[in-house]
């Protein structure tokens, strides 16, 4: 089977591999990019799971690279519905005619460096090979589902889903017994929509997470023109704030220098408005003294206990093991009110574990439970687990699964030491899970793509990650994010739902605008930290 080549590979169809096409294509660039699933959108492909929802509004989570694009699309609510969203990228994939150099229904198994040709070539599940000087890994954050081995999965009768790789004709829960096992961001979105259909619903929680009000609304036509008539001056500004997103003033003051009463009405302001980047904007201290944090923290927990009205279960939803902020900060349409609905009851999966699937139900190390369905909402393997299901090698001897061995290692997020001319759209060490994804993803393919004009204009042929830079900035993100609270919550930010995952902190939590600035230091210096040779 003969090779095809190309000037560009990239590996994944979501937001951030169709921008690259879009982008690189432009560049006069002969690109292909390859996606495992029979459509793009990547998350939001995959992820249909009743109630899945964006957690950001939907005027700030769109391309900005097109002003037409922006101006002309209708978002109907604040927050989009996974399907509003997934319309919205079919839509970008034929107005820029992606799909002609997009490559479905194609997981990639194997990626080579060869160090005499200076070439990638990339294998598929099927054989096929595709080569190419560049590779860009878009693979994707969350796109990598886990489910977990508990015993005797394969014994149970019913039906059984997961929230990542969920039905596209979709799941009608009326009348049976379900269970629904995990309650981070997926979890919270699906069990009220579960609880309107199911006979009774059980909720197997592990581990209590907060969780603020979305004030989900249909988006007013004039707050939609006036953010239209803005958008230039929104977009720039974004990359001036620490998660990417407008329009919330910088806090200046910390909450240990208000009085309580003040703080009660600026917290309680904010629970009314919706969010939860302006939740965090209460106060400028938030994120890095527990004792700020402990006041936010508490005005939630009171909220959790003054919705639900039994209080042993309200105890059990308060989170108590993790400041607030720390781990994926939810949001919700009446989650803590579902539980006081008489066919629901929540389970406290950490006093009682899950002993193993049965072909009728489930047991825990007290009681035994049938059920119809179980749908998994436990997460994914996040911001690794799509490269380490590819096998990444160079010829020279470098292997990405060894390398990560002990913790994923990048310089900037973007390239690894070791594996030239290969390229990570907001790898480990990158702002991208921190910040409006697709700000990130714009941010770094625009990186790549203005390194990739600088080496053609040079005539240069090789570009690669110094060890010494990328040893610095992994030091620097790990100093970065001890000076924070966020290690101290066990969070798939550090791999804690993955058993045997070492325990590294993946983002850097140092903020959009201050990465920006760094990134555009080393295209000043030079492209300081990477070598580059003909």
């Not at 604040?78 to 820029?96: C, K, M, N, P, S």
């Not at 687990?385 to 061995?405: F, H, M, P, Q, S």
């Not at 760094?518 to 030079?526: H, I, K, L, S, W």
Request: charged share 25%; proline share 5%; aromatic share 10%.
């Amino acid at each position: 089977m003969s090779t095809r080549e190309f000037d560009v590979l990239i590996v994944g169809g979501g937001l951030g591999g169709m921008y690259a096409v879009h982008r690189l294509r432009g560049m006069g660039l002969k690109v292909r990019a390859f996606e495992a699933g029979s459509g793009v959108g990547g998350t939001w492909f995959w992820n249909r799971y009743p109630g899945a929802r964006c957690d950001l509004e939907s005027l700030e989570y769109s391309y900005s690279f097109s002003d037409d694009l922006q101006q002309e699309w209708r978002w109907p609510e604040r927050y989009g519905t996974q399907g509003e969203i997934l319309r919205y990228i079919d839509h970008v994939a034929e107005r820029f005619d992606l799909l002609r150099d997009i490559q479905l229904n194609t997981r990639i198994k194997a990626a080579l460096f060869d160090e005499l040709s200076n070439r990638w070539t990339l294998t598929t599940e099927e054989g096929e090979q595709f080569s190419a000087p560049f590779c860009i890994m878009a693979a994707g954050n969350l796109s990598t589902p886990r489910v977990p081995e508990f015993k005797g999965l394969a014994s149970f009768k019913g039906k059984w889903y997961h929230t990542g790789l969920w039905p596209h004709e979709g799941v009608d829960f009326s009348g049976q017994r379900v269970a629904v096992i995990g309650t981070g961001s997926s979890g919270l979105q699906m069990i009220p929509h579960i609880a309107k259909q199911a006979q009774h619903l059980h909720v197997f929680q592990r581990t209590a997470n907060f969780s603020l009000p979305a004030k989900n609304a249909p988006l007013e036509p004039e707050k939609e023109r006036q953010h239209k008539a803005e958008y230039a001056q929104r977009r720039r500004a974004a990359y001036d704030t620490p998660f990417g997103i407008s329009g919330h003033p910088p806090p200046t003051q910390s909450a240990l220098e208000v009085t309580a009463e003040e703080r009660q009405r600026v917290y309680e302001a904010k629970w009314q408005a919706g969010g939860s980047i302006s939740f965090l904007y209460a106060y400028n201290d938030l994120l890095v003294n527990k004792e700020a944090n402990d006041t936010a923290s508490e005005f939630v927990r009171q909220k959790i206990r003054g919705i639900v009205k039994d209080p042993e279960v309200a105890e059990i939803l308060a989170p108590k093991d993790h400041p607030i902020g720390t781990k994926r900060l939810c949001l919700d349409s009446n989650y803590y009110e579902v539980y006081n609905q008489p066919n629901v009851t929540l389970v406290n999966a950490r006093r009682s574990p899950i002993v193993e699937i049965t072909p009728e139900g489930l047991r825990t190390d007290e009681a035994a439970y049938t059920f119809d369905a179980i749908a998994f909402a436990t997460g994914f393997d996040a911001m690794t687990g799509a490269l380490a299901e590819i096998d990444v090698r160079t010829t020279a001897g470098a292997n990405l699964k060894e390398k990560w061995n002990a913790g994923p290692r990048t310089y900037l997020g973007l390239m690894v030491a070791g594996f030239p001319n290969l390229f990570v759209v907001t790898g480990p060490g990158s702002p991208g899970v921190k910040s409006q994804m697709i700000l990130a993803v714009e941010q770094h393919t625009d990186f790549i793509a203005d390194c990739l004009t600088h080496m053609r204009s040079r005539r240069l042929q090789r570009i690669e990650a110094e060890p010494a830079a990328e040893d610095a900035w992994v030091q620097h993100v790990n100093a970065v994010a001890d000076s924070t609270l966020y290690p101290l919550a066990n969070s798939w930010y550090v791999g804690a739902n993955i058993p045997g995952k070492p325990r590294v902190f993946m983002p850097y939590v140092g903020g959009v605008h201050t990465y920006r600035r760094r990134c555009d230091e080393v295209v000043a210096n030079g492209y300081e930290g990477f070598r580059l040779r003909a």
